[in-house]
């Protein structure tokens, strides 16, 4: 009877979470200072943390005006071309030129300025505000490396953007001079059988009821609407009219052809020039720059320290929670193993 009553007792008793806290407090206690001290020991004794942060503006058209036509972006959201710069390749080649700097220690950071927009506005708004950080251990790079970064970036994307126009204009003055050249072929053909016809005197014969047909032939139909008519005129005045046609219909041709060997001549001169600046590295020159030319910069690379006493003062009160929470996991975990093995 009285082992009953002890069996019973026991399951009735259950375990004391905050008792158990309680009488494990000090070492609870001694572990969360002890990471604290840790922190603060790190914070104290790592390099201090420097930054350079320089403000800028981007605003891009979606077309571009050049002296070879018009260029659509591909895109016209900063984002997308700012993206490079955090890139690993980006911050070696950056860092490359100032000497082969270890790139371990400095990182590279953008962000965009919060855009506010109201409730009822359906278009999507572009940010076009940034701040760019260079952060490392270094101060007496930093700056340099902000203002480096920035226009190697500037440099970089202008020529991306460059390329992609040459390669545009280059394609599209081709396939013109390769047209031109088939429409002058025909047209030289057409005026060697001409003066052939004009040389021999062989007169084009025709009636009053053919006359029609005449006007409906190859020659005619080539002509535009006022030679056209300048022909026909021609044609149903005097006896000479036959060999006045055809006088005219080659000086008519003869004028086109000078006219298209011009136009042809102009275009070979703007794909020579175009190719000519792409060999020497010049695009700049007859395309402009059409990223830098909607770039703004606001702020010139600031240098400010990043430890100051209140993050440090963060740091080490989140390592001494992160101490108590281990512990009293720990303190918990153990003290009821035991309580259910009794």
């Known amino acids: 009877m009285a082992e009953a009553t002890h069996n019973a007792d026991k399951k009735k008793k259950e ?11 000090k ?24 930054s350079a942060k320089s403000s800028f503006s981007i605003s891009l058209n979606s077309k571009i005006n050049t002296p070879y036509g ?35 220690k400095f990182t ?13 506005n359906t278009e999507v708004v572009l940010a076009n505000k940034f701040d760019f950080m260079v952060s490392g251990s270094n101060p007496e790079k930093l700056v340099d490396v902000n203002e480096t970064a920035l226009t190697t970036f500037l440099e970089n994307t202008d020529r991306k953007i460059q390329n992609d126009m040459y390669n545009q204009f280059s394609s599209e003055l081709q ?41 409906d032939d190859r020659l005619i139909n080539s002509l535009e609407g006022s030679e056209r008519g300048l022909v026909v ?33 102009k275009k070979e001169l703007l794909l020579k020039n175009l190719k000519a600046a792409k060999e020497n590295g010049n695009l700049s020159t007859l395309l402009s720059q059409p990223f830098s030319n909607n770039y703004i910069l606001l702020t010139y690379p600031e240098l400010k320290t990043e430890s100051d006493l209140f993050n440090n003062l963060k740091k080490i009160i989140v ?3 992160i101490g108590f929470f281990l512990s009293t996991t720990v303190v918990l975990m153990k003290s009821y193993y035991q309580f259910k093995s009794e």
């Open 108 to 120: 590279f950071e953008f962000e965009a300025e919060e855009v506010k927009v109201g409730p009822q």
């Open 175 to 215: 396939i013109q001079i390769n047209n031109y050249g088939i429409s002058i072929q025909i047209i030289e053909d057409l005026i060697a059988e001409l003066k052939e016809g004009v040389n021999s005197q062989v007169q084009i014969k025709t009636s009053k009821t053919s006359l029609k047909e005449l006007i």
């Open 15 to 25: 375990f004391d979470y905050f008792y158990t806290l309680l009488l494990h407090r």
């Open 70 to 104: 018009l260029y659509n972006l591909k895109t016209i959201d900063p984002i997308h071309y700012l993206n490079a710069l955090e890139e690993t390749n980006f911050k070696k080649e950056v860092l490359n030129k100032l000497g082969g700097i270890n790139q371990d």
């Open 319 to 321: 390592f001494m929670f």
């Open 27 to 50: 070492v609870i206690i001694i572990v969360s200072l002890a990471l604290a001290l840790l922190a603060a020991a790190y914070l104290l004794l790592r390099p201090e943390v420097y």
């Open 233 to 265: 005129s021609m044609m149903l005045s005097g006896e000479e009219r036959y060999r006045v046609y055809q006088q005219t219909i080659l000086t008519i041709k003869e004028v086109k052809l000078k006219t298209m060997l011009n136009d042809l001549a």
